[in-house]
């Protein structure tokens, strides 16, 4: 996945989603934060931010310096990976795609929208010409997983939820989904614990 448009020209640019970013906070803030947050309310509030010339980094600064907020960093993490971790633990607030958000939702921590909303298309750059059949399978696969996932989220947007709400009900579904099937399919699940070397 890339961002775009991606800078390289002479190759082919095909946006899959947008990515949609929203404001996470540590858990037990939630009266600090209206149900959305304008960039401006920013102003003054520590940050978990990834390492400096990240391109995601530099793209969230640079959409707060438009909107006269000037980042106050809390906590710089070297890895992405850090950014949730350090967040949970009361390290600050965090700017983060909605996707992640949704990981820190589950462990009590704040999420809310951005006003104005903060967004970047997501896809996949490659060659002209025709793929490998396994490039093609992949590119098939994704692309419809990537439209049921922002369908659904669609759908619940339409019955009256937030994108948050929406997304964090259709993260819900797909997990339901996906213990269903692997109760089913897992060699784990088929196994009992201790059905072998029961005997001494």
Excluded: C, K
């Excluded at 209206?34 to 931010?49: A, E, F, S, Y």
């Amino acid at each position: 996945m890339s961002v775009l448009p991606h800078p390289r020209d002479g190759l082919v640019h095909e946006r899959l989603l947008t990515q949609h970013f929203v404001l996470v906070a540590p858990p037990g803030t939630d009266e600090q934060f209206p149900g959305t947050v304008g960039l401006t309310d920013l102003d003054g509030v520590p940050l978990v931010l990834g390492e400096r010339h990240a391109t995601t980094r530099e793209w969230i600064e640079g959409a707060l310096r438009a909107a006269d907020v000037e980042p106050l960093v809390s906590v710089e993490v070297p890895q992405r990976g850090a950014v949730l971790p350090m967040l949970l633990n009361g390290g600050g607030a965090a700017i983060v795609p909605l996707r992640l958000a949704l990981d820190a939702l589950l462990r009590d921590a704040v999420v809310r929208e951005l006003d104005p909303p903060l967004r970047r298309d997501l896809g996949v750059v490659y060659r002209p010409g025709r793929p490998t059949a396994a490039t093609a399978a992949f590119l098939d696969f994704t692309r419809d997983r990537v439209l049921s996932w922002e369908r659904a989220i669609e759908r619940r947007m339409a019955a009256g939820l937030g994108r948050v709400e929406a997304a964090a009900a259709t993260d819900l579904a797909v997990r339901r989904r996906q213990r269903a099937e692997f109760s089913e399919r897992s060699p784990v699940a088929r196994r009992t614990i201790g059905e072998t070397n029961r005997t001494v």
